[in-house]
């Protein structure tokens, strides 16, 4: 066996003192033995960050470890050096790799000079010599055209391309442990298993132990060998991933367990209500461009230096037709910045529509404008990604509810006061909640605050974008359950935005898949899950994380990051990323058409 | 992580106190303003317990000049942060909200109107206006300072407007003026304080300075700027006159400048 490379031993830390002291880690033990893998999961709250900060000494002020604490590193106790001994070895010897890739990098240095200064800080190689090995590192990590991105800034490059950079600074030295604290959770599945497929082969050359810190049981079931279940700042399970998994003992566990296993089983959500008549949402050929242009600073265009273009048209959202029956949910699954919340957008009019059209209830959306606009609005509500963002932040809960009643004249004053508290009290929310701000509550809380007030104006139409993307798993059980709830006894459609598929599964009777700014595939939810027909959508659906080692191997993995919807590839979009074994020149020619496969089940490919 | 600024708590108190004792100047004074005690007899007296801040050369109370000069002095910078406040937020959040080619204009007014020196342009129309009351002079000194205050509130409201909450507001259905009020300028005060706080702290000086040069407000009316005049000339010989106003001053502004600090480095922190 071999001798591990890190060691934690009675590891406790706590906030503030005297009466305000509260514990947030409690005599943790931990052991990793080079080139092993440990997963720490837990709800949010559990103490999982605190955890991997007091690893790297770089916890805030404030936090102060248990004098008992014990952290080893190859022997020797970490808690114990001096301030420049222990910054020797971090890097070095032991590397973290946070979720916000954007604060852990340095905006004003090209990345290549990142890298290389890490070398030369360490003294580990000199000028052209670390400036090579850091190209050398990006292009280990995935990134085309390392020599010319190396010297390109961190906000050029997208969210999943800035975490490889992330793990490429955190790996290039070699480090006997990497600390990895929801290394994902702000990316999509299949950038999501590209990411930590590319941890597991750089670990596999490296020899690094991993500690991988996350909320989500089934990435760490796939990806570590033992698991560590943190609830309330304790370790309260402890054993086998496989074992864990599949045998659940402590309620923390079997919560998480709960949440998990919910997510996973398809369970297809009732018939829609009423489709006997027209439709509540019909929305047609619909088309969204943005002008981009670099001088107004828009650097999301692609490409950099003197042959960058100056100004280009996104097609966010590129001949799109869909229809939402009274009473239905319709989910809208695909990768980041394939045009999903711009169609939400266009649907709230928040952003102007290019082409095509959008009828609610019989009436021309895009041609409303005014009061006409003002009284469509209070029939179709967003539910926004997160509420903590969307409640302005010097108002008070119930004012914010209540602001709903008012500016519709529903209710007004004494009235529009008490029936807020009733929509938060539905809500699940304790009455206290009225008179606090946005930011005193929890994500989970806020999420409700954000639904009542969105059901304050009486809609009939929910466009939920990401609504349980915030959230911890079990928190996003709680939440899916109670939109369900809503959308039966209210009778309210749905148009439920998400990247998590499992989430989808359970809250939707049908489903689109978005590919750039297109629906490539439309279907009964429980049939799309089953037999997805567009080689997108299985590559979607098998990227989702299952707890199972074995999965891995078998998912498909999608090369390659969305093109630019700047310049969208020609003939089928897929085509360039597609694995299916039949592709050909028709591919890369024709576009294909969403036709009708079997009944209600739509999709785009020449070759299914 | 927050710098906090030390010794913020003091200044509020400084600056509490100085206001106070401003606006309760009149009734403190133990003497009228303009009160010759004794021409001869009283003239030019060093401090003494009759008379802490001594007396001036027309044997005038010094302190009573103090009392009754601060009142006019923060008043006249008050109003003048009113003025410039007022002409900020206008141009900076009309600017932020047409965008375009009407926010190019109204910055690049902004950017021509900071070229000019502040001082050089009171001087000017001062001289082109003639004598001035202590109201329109007031309004001259705000007319001059809103520049600074338009470029905070229109990077903010622009900042703002972006926000996802003003995009839930809008979606719910708020009307634009609701909109304005309960959804943005919440929002904006933290920079109007801060804005606010910068432009007392560049006004107090500004009025001093003029009404110590004459241009200002007139003897013999008192202001904190105008009682030094005359008296600096023999500063030596007659200290007591310069000191304690010129320490009133640099009391006020060296408040009000830690707090505006401490107000704005909070609000950074907010972001």
Redesign the interface.
């Given at each position: 066996m071999n001798k591990p490379a890190l060691r934690v031993r009675d590891l406790g830390v706590t906030a503030g003192t005297g009466a305000d002291r509260r514990v947030l880690l409690e005599g943790l033990n931990l052991s990793l033995e080079r080139g092993s893998s440990a997963g720490l999961v837990g709800s949010s709250g559990a103490g999982k960050s605190t955890l991997g900060l007091a690893l790297m000494r770089l916890l805030p002020e404030g936090l102060a470890l248990d004098p008992r604490s014990q952290v080893e590193l190859d022997g020797v106790d970490l808690l114990a050096l001096r301030d420049g001994e222990m910054r020797e070895r971090r890097g070095r010897r032991i590397a973290m790799v946070f979720q916000e890739p954007l604060q852990a990098l340095n905006p004003s240095m090209a990345v290549g000079d990142q890298l290389a200064e890490s070398l030369i800080v360490h003294g580990i190689s000199l000028g052209r010599e670390a400036e090579e090995r850091a190209v050398e590192m990006l292009g280990k990590v995935g990134i085309a055209g390392a020599r010319a991105a190396a010297r390109r800034y961190p906000h050029e490059f997208s969210g999943g391309m800035r975490q490889r950079l992330l793990i490429a600074s955190a790996l290039l030295l070699g480090p006997d442990v990497l600390v990895a604290d929801e290394p994902t959770t702000a990316l999509d599945p299949t950038v999501q298993a590209q990411v930590l497929d590319l941890i597991d082969a750089l670990r596999a050359e490296t020899g690094t132990a991993l500690l991988l810190i996350s909320h989500d049981l089934d990435i760490v079931g796939e990806r570590c060998e033992r698991l560590l279940v943190l609830d309330g700042g304790r370790v309260v399970e402890d054993g086998p991933a496989c074992e864990v998994l599949a045998s659940p003992r402590a309620p923390a566990t079997r919560t998480l367990s709960a949440a998990r296993a919910k997510l996973a089983t398809a369970v297809p959500a009732a018939a829609p209500a009423g489709d006997d008549g027209a439709p509540l949402l019909t929305v047609r050929e619909l088309s969204v461009r943005y002008a981009l242009d670099r001088r107004r600073g828009d650097f999301q265009l692609p490409g950099a230096g003197a042959r960058a273009p100056e100004r280009a048209v996104v097609h966010a959202v590129d001949s799109v037709s869909f229809s939402i029956a009274r009473g239905e949910s319709l989910g809208l699954v695909g990768e980041s910045g394939c045009g999903k919340t711009s169609l939400a957008h266009a649907v709230l009019r928040l952003v102007p529509a290019s082409g095509g059209g959008i009828h609610f209830d019989g009436v021309d959306l895009l041609a409303s404008r005014g009061e006409a606009l003002r009284r469509l609005r209070r029939r179709v509500q967003l539910v926004p990604q997160d509420a903590g963002a969307s409640l302005t932040p010097q108002m008070t809960i119930g004012a914010l509810v209540a602001e709903g009643l008012e500016v519709h004249g529903i209710a007004t004053g004494k009235d529009a006061r008490r029936r807020a508290a009733a929509l938060l009290e539905e809500m699940g929310l304790p009455a206290r909640v009225a008179s606090v701000r946005p930011r005193e509550l929890s994500a989970g809380e806020r999420q409700r605050a954000a639904i009542a007030r969105a059901l304050s104006t009486g809609p009939e139409l929910l466009v939920c974008d990401e609504p349980v993307a915030s959230v911890d798993a079990p928190t996003r059980m709680l939440l899916l359950d109670m939109l369900d709830r809503l959308r039966i006894e209210r009778g309210l459609s749905l148009l439920f935005i998400s990247h998590d598929l499992g989430a989808v599964s359970r809250i939707t009777s049908r489903v689109a898949v978005m590919y750039l700014g297109r629906i490539v595939e439309l279907a009964p939810t429980a049939r799309l899950m089953a037999q997805p027909r567009m080689p997108y959508t299985q590559a979607l659906l098998s990227a989702v994380p299952t707890g199972d080692p074995a999965a891995v191997s078998r998912r498909i993995v999608l090369r390659g990051e969305l093109p630019s919807a700047v310049n969208p590839p020609a003939g089928c979009p897929f085509h360039p990323r597609c694995p299916h074994p039949l592709k050909d020149a028709q591919c890369a020619e024709g576009r294909p058409p969403l036709t009708e496969r079997d009944s209600g089940h739509l999709a785009a490919c020449w070759k299914q | 992580?927050r710098h906090p600024v030390r010794g913020t708590t003091s200044a509020v108190i400084l600056f509490a106190a100085v206001t106070a004792v401003a606006v309760a100047g009149p009734w403190l004074a133990p003497h009228g303003p303009n009160t010759q005690l004794d021409p001869i007899a009283m003239a030019s007296l060093p401090p003494s317990l009759a008379h802490p801040f001594g007396t001036d050369t027309f044997s005038r109370d010094v302190l009573s000049r103090v009392l009754h000069g601060g009142r006019l002095s923060l008043g006249i910078a008050a109003l003048a942060v009113t003025v410039a406040l007022s002409l900020g937020t206008l141009v900076g959040s009309v600017a932020a909200r047409l965008g375009g080619i009407a926010d190019t204009l109204l910055m690049r007014l902004t950017d021509a109107a900071l070229a000019f020196p502040r001082i050089l342009v009171l001087l000017l129309l001062v001289a082109a206006s003639g004598p001035l009351d202590a109201f329109t002079f007031a309004l001259l000194i705000g007319a001059t300072g809103w520049m600074t205050t338009a470029r905070l509130v229109r990077q903010e409201t622009q900042r703002l407007l972006a926000?996802?909450?003003?995009?839930?507001?809008?979606?719910?259905?708020?009307?634009w003026p609701?909109l304005l009020r309960?959804?943005l300028l919440?929002?904006l005060l933290p920079t109007l304080a801060a804005a606010g706080t910068i432009a007392f702290a560049a006004a107090v000086p500004l009025e001093a300075g003029l009404s110590f040069l004459g241009l200002g407000v007139r003897p013999p009316q008192a202001s904190w700027g105008n009682i030094i005049t005359g008296a600096e000339s023999q500063v030596v010989r007659h200290w007591w006159m310069v000191l304690f106003p010129t320490l009133c001053i640099v009391v006020t502004v060296f408040a009000a400048n830690v707090i505006a600090e401490r107000i704005s480095t909070d609000r950074r922190a907010r972001q």
């Open positions: - | 992580m926000t996802e909450h003003l995009r839930g507001a809008r979606v719910l259905g708020v009307p609701s309960r959804h919440p929002g």
